[in-house]
């Protein structure tokens, strides 16, 4: 029930005396909503001032391009539950009023009034009771012509951004993307590219990363296109839905940022570059290992300084070495191609078992503890998923012979760090090559060199001799970033041509 306390905390009734309050009190009624139940419908008419307690809501004005609508009954004590499409003019927060400009007049609701909060509590009082208090109280009237003043300039501002949105549609209706983290050669990448092609698009690149704080940045876009650390959760993705999002282009491989069995619930396609360039990767795998163990970063490091001594700078022939490749994807197979050309043996593990690998001679299929206990180097390219997540442990560290060198240029969760960190000051593990972290999120991809390194794990692997760390710039080539954005834009094409969902050829879909 409303209180004299609560009430003054709105800025219209804050001019009030306690005793207009008390009678303003007693006619209002109060109301719990729920996430997307209506309070108010567009062009249906609004009898009732609303005061929102708690929670959030939304105004939507339905898109005039939009021939489709959804109907639902209106009720202060009984909404119905609904997905609005359209323009979205604003939101009513704690503390804010809708419905004043009604009170003198029942005129049909500017736009629809939904709550996107789990829960919102709004008090109400009918428009006739509102006008009966105007005019038998001189105190009311008062404070409420200032408050009706600023209701008036707030609408007149709504009204300019609707106008303006529509306009903005009617001149461009060309397919319109944004880009989430974005740097200059995202920017450079795709724009070159889209002038190899005959379509027309709207690019918006921004820096920040895609997260719930900045999914609006996307309202009025048809299509995101989001990278490795943007995340796509399913509070995201409602979010997107309601902004009128309808595809999702990962400009990756990996999907495990996104909830793409909540896309698909809300009709949202959700589609990724399966193969950009497996040659980058793998290359950069070996780069990493022969780095490492040829210690190649405390030689360039010493030479510079005048320092050619040759202690602790021994190495080891990779010829004859046994090397484990985890996941036998287009990756894996260059990896293992490349190992074969050092003289290496290769031994590998993966679920679904590569034809053009199992007819081989030179490659052996074994499983994973065989690979853990045998190998020389273990080079992961596995998929991030509930069963690999954190497949390098302690239990598995222990199986594997003491001394081996991993390189992981995959996902970062594949490795429990804490337990590598472990293994690393046992001796246990000789050397490990990182392109990835399970916690870059807040670091890579953008000069931290000013900042100081926060993270305790990172900050310790950091520190070893026998640990390389680069940035996920493995898939980071020429060719790659040419391969990214054109699969990227012919993704998007594909689906505007109609192929959407499950019939997208690189559509990513709940198996």
């Known amino acids: 029930m409303a209180t004299i306390e609560t009430i003054k905390q709105f800025e219209y009734f804050k001019n009030l005396s306690n005793e207009a309050l008390e009678i303003f009190i007693k006619n209002l009624s109060t109301n719990v909503l729920k996430k997307n139940e209506v309070l ?32 639902a009954s209106t009720s202060t004590s009984s909404s119905t539950s609904t997905t609005s499409e359209g323009i979205i003019v604003g939101h009513v927060k704690p503390f804010e009023c809708c419905g004043l400009l009604h009170a003198f007049n029942v005129d049909p609701a500017f736009a629809t009034i939904e709550v996107i909060s789990e829960q919102a509590t709004i008090f109400s009082i009918e ?8 005019n038998s109280n001189q105190t009311f009237s008062n404070a409420m012509f200032s408050s009706l003043a600023l209701e008036l300039r707030k609408q007149s501002k709504i009204v300019r951004t609707l106008q303006l949105q529509n306009s903005n549609q009617l001149q461009d209706s060309r397919l319109k993307i944004c880009f989430f983290d ?17 379509f027309d698009f709207v690019f918006k690149f921004v820096p920040e990363k895609l997260s719930i704080e900045t999914a609006s940045i996307a309202n009025g876009f048809d299509v995101v296109c989001v990278f490795v650390n943007d995340f796509v959760g399913s509070e995201v993705v409602k979010a997107l839905s309601s902004y009128g999002v309808k595809l999702i282009a990962l400009r990756c491989a990996g999907f495990d940022n996104v909830d793409i069995e909540m896309a698909e619930t809300l009709g949202i396609t959700v589609v990724r570059v399966p193969a950009y360039s497996p040659y980058a990767v793998a290359e950069h795998a070996i780069a990493m290992l022969l780095a490492l163990n040829r210690r190649l970063h405390k ?25 484990g490749v985890i996941g036998t994807g287009k990756i894996g197979q260059c990896l293992v191609n490349i190992c074969l050309g050092f003289g290496c043996r290769v031994i590998c593990y993966d679920i679904f078992q590569a034809p053009c690998l199992l007819n081989r001679e030179d490659v052996k299929y074994v499983d994973l503890d065989t690979l853990f206990r045998e190998s020389h180097l273990i080079s992961l390219h596995a998929p991030l998923t ?4 954190h497949m390098i442990n302690n239990e598995s560290i222990q199986k594997m012979r003491k001394g081996v060198f991993i390189v992981n240029t995959s996902r970062g969760g594949l490795v429990d760090t804490s337990a590598l960190i472990t293994a690393i000051e046992s001796g246990h593990i000789g050397a490990a090559a990182l392109d990835v972290y399970e916690g870059e999120k807040q670091y890579f991809f953008k000069d931290c060199s000013n900042e100081t390194i926060a993270d305790p794990i990172l900050k310790k692997l950091l520190s070893f001799s026998n640990v390389l760390v680069t940035g996920h710039q493995a898939f980071f080539t020429q060719e790659a970033l040419s391969n990214i954005a054109n699969t990227t834009l012919n993704n998007i094409i594909d ?3 109609g192929n959407h969902g499950r019939n ?8």
Request: charged share 25%.
């Open 127 to 134: 428009a006739t009771k509102f006008v009966e208090l105007f």
């Open 504 to 511: 997208h050829k690189n559509g990513v879909f709940k198996q």
């Open 40 to 71: 108010v419908r567009e062009k249906e008419p609004q009898n009732r001032i609303f005061l929102v307690e708690s929670g959030e809501l939304r105004r939507v004005k339905a898109n005039p391009n939009n021939s489709t609508t959804t109907s």
């Open 386 to 389: 509930s069963s690999t997540h």
């Open 299 to 323: 030689a360039y490091a010493r030479t510079r300084e005048g320092n050619f001594s040759l202690d602790g700078l021994l190495g080891f022939d990779f010829y004859g070495k046994t090397v």
């Open 495 to 497: 689906w505007q041509k």
């Open 182 to 198: 974005s740097r200059e050669w995202v920017v450079s990448s795709f724009q070159s590219e889209l002038q190899k092609l005959s």
